[in-house]
């Protein structure tokens, strides 16, 4: 089985070296496995592409290993003029650390927004807190003042009260000591009465006599 490795800038895309010979390297296991070794060196070099001409190069397979035999190898000086062509892994690598970068970015913006969200909602609850608080002490003080109005009213009832009793008993009190007054100077009239009549019976006695 002999294969031939191309020099074209069109078999090798994004750093993958095509394999052209009588046999398909998608069906012959021992060609792919070459292929991920060429693969692999080029990841670990990640540079400039080397291109290699081999000449009546064949491919032997002895126990799993592959042993490249020819007449020589010509071309082996890298070609300036070839373009530097980066694997995919490694442009998904640099994709990945910008898409982190970003993703860093917007995860710390999402942080910013939720702490913003949760310092507003604290807030928010503070201040209904406050105005919960203000509204109870409103309430309290104007049940305060309902009570101490009611207080008041009934305190001055209970004295206007008082004093109509004390008016009431004050007149009564009056007329009682009118009505004495009237029952003591009747006393004495009847006294000076009794006194006379006294008087004119020892007269009539001591006559007689």
């Known amino acids: 089985m002999n294969l031939k490795l191309i020099r074209d800038q069109n078999n090798c895309v994004d750093g993958f070296v095509e394999m052209e010979g009588e046999a398909s390297c998608s069906s012959i296991p021992g060609a792919r ?9 080029l990841i670990l070099k990640n540079e400039s592409v080397r291109v290699f001409d081999v000449v009546n190069s064949s491919v032997h397979v002895k126990n799993g290993r592959f ?17 530097k062509v980066n694997h995919p892994m490694e442009r998904q690598s640099n994709v990945q650390k910008e898409l982190g970068y970003e993703g860093n970015e917007k995860n710390a913006i999402r942080i910013l927004e939720q702490a913003l969200e949760e310092e507003h909602g604290a807030l928010y ?4 807190k406050e105005r919960s608080a203000a509204a109870t002490a409103a309430d309290e003080a104007m049940a305060m ?23 009431e008993k004050s007149a009564y009190d009056a007329e009682e000591m009118n009505i004495l007054k009237e029952i003591l100077v009747r006393r004495q009239k009847e006294k000076h ?10 007269q009539m006695i001591h006559i007689g006599n």
């Open 193 to 202: 009465f009794l006194e006379r009549v006294v008087e004119a019976y020892r």
């Open 145 to 167: 003042i309902l009570r101490l109005q009611d207080e008041k009213a009934s305190i001055e009832m209970e004295a206007w009260q008082y004093q109509r009793i004390i008016e």
């Open 67 to 83: 042993e490249l035999k020819g007449k020589g190898i010509a071309n082996q000086r890298p070609r300036n003029s070839l373009r």
């Open 33 to 41: 496995k070459l292929q991920n070794v060429v693969e692999r060196d």
């Open 125 to 128: 609850l503070e201040l209904e």
